[in-house]
Every structure is written in C-alpha cells, then in structure tokens.
C-alpha cells in the first residue's frame, strides 16, 4: 500500500476538492491508501465511499496572513497543512499533496519533513506544458533567491530521474536557462554553472536555452535559479493566461466572432487546454525526505486527483532513494 | 530638421523595408531628413523620391558570423550599422534607426557614439505591449549582466522622461520586476533596489511587481537587471508566438474551425496584432550621447517607419539634454 497525506482543507476549494479527488484515486488505484488532514464535519458528509481513506481532524487552515513563510509555519503548526507534513515526517504516509500556498507548503516541506542530508538545497519543480505536448521540468522557479554552480548538479540528477521515472522520458536531457546560447554568455554565476554541469556526471546536459524556448523547449529539464525561474514561469502563464482573455473578448465582441465560435468551439477548447499548466501536473519540492507535491490553488478535483497518482507515482517508483543512490555522500561531518 | 540616420541594410529584410520606410517618414513629417547608409546599388532603384533623402554609400553589413559583439564592431568599422553610429557621433545625423542584431547594436552605440558621461550604463528599453492596449516600457532587457542598485535609479529616471515625452503618460509609475509583490522579496540586489528607489527623487515608484502582471502591468515602467528582463521578456515573446502558432494548428484541424475562421477572421486579427511587439515601437538604448532605436529584425516597412518616428521624437522632445538635467552631476574624475 502507498499511503497519501492530503491537505484536505488547502487551496482555493478545498474539501470541495479534494475528498472526491480522493475517493476517485483508490477507487481507480487498488494500491493507494489516503489520510485526510482536516475537518472532520466538512469532510463526513462529502466522504461517501471511505474505504481506504481515513480522517485525522483539525479545523485549521494555514493562515497566511502571516508574510513570513517561516512564521507562518512556526505558528500553525495543528494547520491541515503541518499535520500532512508531520504524519510524513513521522512516515504514517509516504507523500503529501497539498493545493496550499506556495511559500508556506516549501517552508513546511523544509521545517518539518526536512531536507535530505544528500542535498545542499531544496528545488520548487513545476512541470511546464509545451507546444508539442510533452511535459518540460523547470528548476528551481522560487525556493532559493541565491544558489551555487554545485546546486545545478544536484537539481538535475533529481530531475533527471523524475524525468525518466515519472514522466517516462528515456534520455532527458538538461538545459540552463541564460541569456544567449552560447557558453559565455550570462552572469558569472552563468558561465560557472555552464562549465560544470558541461562535465557533471549523471546528467546529459545540452547547453544554455533562452527564454523564448522555454514554451517549446529543445530539453526535458531546465535549470535555472529562483529568481530566474521564478520570472519566467510566471510571464508564461501570465502571458497565456491574459491571451486567452484577450481572445475571449476579441470572439465576443462582434456577432461573427460568435457565429465563429459556435462552428469552432471544440478547437478553442482545445487551444485553451494546451497551455494548461494544471493538466500536467503539480509542482514538486526536490530535496525533502518524502514527495511532497503542491497542486495548483485552483485545481478542480480531476486535476487534484493528478497531484495524488503523481505522488503515487514517486512514491512507487522509489525516486527519493534512486536519487540518494546517485548523488554523491556527503561526509558526515558537513551536516 | 531633425536629421534622422538609417541603417539600410540591417535587419531580414534590408533596403526593401527601410527604403519604403524613409520615403513614407519624409512624405508624412516635413521636419525630418534622412541619411540612409547602404548599398547605392540597391537603394536608388527603390528611392523613388529623394526628397531630403540621402545616401552614404556602403556595401558592408555588420558580420554576426563573429560572436563577440565587441569583436564584431571593430572589425566592422565600414558596415551600414557602424557609420550610421559614426554619423551621430560627428553629429551629421542627430539619431539612429536600425534592425540590426541587438547584441551588435548596444555594442556599437556604447563603442561608437559612447556613453553619456552622466549615467553610469546603458540600458536596453524595448516597449511592451499589454491587454489594455497601453504601452509599458521595461529595462534593461539584457545590456548588462550585473547591476547595481544606483543602476535602477538612473534607468528609471530616463524611462520616466521617456513615458512622459514620448508616451505622453502623465505621470508614469515605476515598478520593479520580483519574485514576490512585498519589499523583503528577491535576492540583496532586489531588497536593496526596492529601498533605494523608494526614496529615490524623480520618479513614482509603485513597488515590485511579479512576472505574471509584466502583460497586465500596474506600472508603466518596469525595472530589472539585464539577466532577469531579458528571461521575462523573452519568455513572453515566446510564448505568445507559440500560442498564435498553436490557435491556428487547431483551427486548421478540422472543418469547423475552416468555416468558424470565416466568420471571425477579423476578430482572429485584432487578437493577433495586440500582442505584436513590432507595432508598438522599437526598442531603445538609454543611457548614448544620441537616441537610437533597434527595430525588429523582421520588421515591416510601416513597422520601420513607426521606429524612424520614435527617433524623431526623442530627437524633437530633446529627451537626453532633459534626462541629463534630472541626473545627479557626475564628479569629473569619476569618468
């Protein structure tokens, strides 16, 4: 059995969500197991089917009033949140799936399951949908404001056997996002990491790749640091969140646009579906000792249900010891 | 008259865009004169009137066979780019138009026109166009790769002289590109780029703003440091033209879409040129002794003419002699 820790009162919807999203994934999975984090009273009478789920109770969302990530874990710790992460540091489940602010759901990651001792830093993942339909893995994209050449070595092999186990990819291959294509190109930090991922084992790494490339991406992996990826990630959904707006308006605003749209709806539907980046999956932090994967705020309960078999999925395929198995020891005396 | 200086032959398509270009700026504006410097070859069978047109002749074009911009620019003295920057700096023409590469342009300003001696670097400003239909300006998009945080203040006095005249924004707000809308966000640069330009005089700084808002912008001017505004703005670019391409695979695809594209053709046009980076102008070099402007590279014959009329007006508006009256005056021996 794989047991899933759910965030059941996280995201914008949460129980309305989440508990059908579980109920759906062991019915369509004999092997999975769910523990609910949350509230008892809303969650009873959504819950028609309980087998293999059970219930931990607490009404309290994490409250993310609080600015600081940090303080907001430290003092929420009974949230449905931290008790997710705490039943997986305790390893009464083997993974946790949380539609849960992003900032809180890293710093919860980190302060209660806690890093692994293999890894210098954790790396927030989200998988980018791209114009040939195949999912792209881009990291890190805001868990860490500054990093250091080694840490691209380390966020590739993970991402590397995600690639390969999760998403099924033979050979990934490891991009870096700059400036130009070519290797001189970038910060220091740029060039330093272009000639070090150039001779890092266990990666196969392709060369720098451009921002404009991200949405139809040569790579399967593309490594960057936060802020960079953090930039880029949001202008790609911002930019096709706003053109699907701008479409909207532009089909509504006269009647042939309207007599259009009748003959093309099942086109614009799937134009719209394309570029959706719930689809493909949630984000995941590299670098925790369980899975952890955050679904996007507003994930319907099919899309939350994807976050779950993701989750399955790492768990199932043992990716956290494949990783540890690849990275070099640390010496015991670095903790 | 405001002397106008064209590189001919930059850009795909050469003198079949900038020739059309110059001829259609003379005959709408009776303020300006051109100097083309190109083939003559090439340009006189097109130069159907040469009414305060000239031409300096030259055969070369800026060779990006070789990689390093700097390289470039010194072994290319006699290229169309290069003596249109020579021009302005003897001061025969009082701005220059281009759609050469950009890593060439930037160089070959900063070498051959230089810097002005007021501000500490040179910026590169392209124009973003947003869902309301209103321009935003962002810099630096990529003509340095470190910054530090006086770099934001000057950049944003000269972006804000330039909304104002050239824009006719009233008074443009200042945003910076972060990871996170509050001021302790981002890596030490952006921490103290948000401290310094909150109290920096001369401009209306609005605070950060994220990645997501760069197409729906609160601000009309958005600073970052090279590295991060060219991922953003590229990333952006990228994938608007993915998404065009993407719209128009799926109405293709089956009848429907053929015969509901006849009814919204129109619409299908409008949303297609709202986006288009090349409509609403080229980008701009701050931070030269003379305005110049890099149009895009595929750029249109009218879309050229739009980027001869932006030099027209910092040339008009006397954008640089402004600018410099707003920066702090530069000790003599910090040259």
């Known amino acids: 059995m794989i047991r899933i820790g759910i965030d059941a009162l996280g995201g914008d919807l949460g129980v309305a969500t989440t508990v059908p999203a579980a109920m759906n994934a062991v019915k369509n999975n004999k092997d999975i197991e769910i523990v609910l984090f949350g509230d008892e009273a809303k969650i009873k009478p959504l819950l028609t089917n309980s087998e293999r789920i059970s219930i931990v109770h607490t009404d309290k969302v994490m409250d993310m009033g609080e600015k600081n990530p940090m303080i907001a874990v430290r003092k929420n710790p009974d949230s449905s949140l931290c008790m997710a992460m705490k039943a997986a540091k305790e390893d009464s489940v083997d993974a946790v799936v949380t539609s849960g602010p992003t900032q809180g759901v890293v710093m919860a990651a980190h302060m209660i399951i806690r890093k692994l001792k293999q890894m210098d830093r954790v790396a927030l993942c989200p998988i980018v949908p791209n114009y040939d339909g195949k999912p ?162 507003n994930s319907t309960s099919d899309i939350f249900e994807g976050a779950i078999n993701q989750a399955y999925k790492m768990v199932k395929t043992d990716i956290i010891n494949k990783v540890v198995a690849k990275l070099p020891k640390k010496d015991e005396k670095d903790e």
């Open 136 to 297: 792209r893995l881009i990291l890190d994209v805001g868990a860490n404001v500054e990093l250091r050449k080694e840490h691209f070595g380390e966020f590739g092999l993970y991402a590397t056997v995600v690639a390969k186990e999760v998403l099924g990819i033979k050979d990934p291959k490891v991009g870096y996002l700059n400036i130009g294509s070519e290797p001189g190109k970038g910060r220091e930090l740029d060039k330093e990491a272009y000639e070090y991922l150039s001779s890092f084992e266990g990666i196969n790494f392709y060369g720098n790749i451009e921002g404009d490339q991200v949405i139809n991406s040569p790579v399967d992996i593309i490594l960057c640091e936060g802020y960079g990826g953090n930039i880029c990630i949001k202008t790609l959904e911002g930019t096709a969140k706003m053109m699907g707006a701008m479409l909207k308006e532009e089909i509504k605003s006269s009647l042939g646009g309207k007599i259009g749209y009748l003959f093309m709806r099942k086109n614009l539907k799937r134009f719209a579906s394309r570029l959706d980046a719930k689809k493909v999956g949630g984000a995941m932090i590299f670098g925790i000792n369980k899975p952890v994967i955050k679904a996007h705020g």
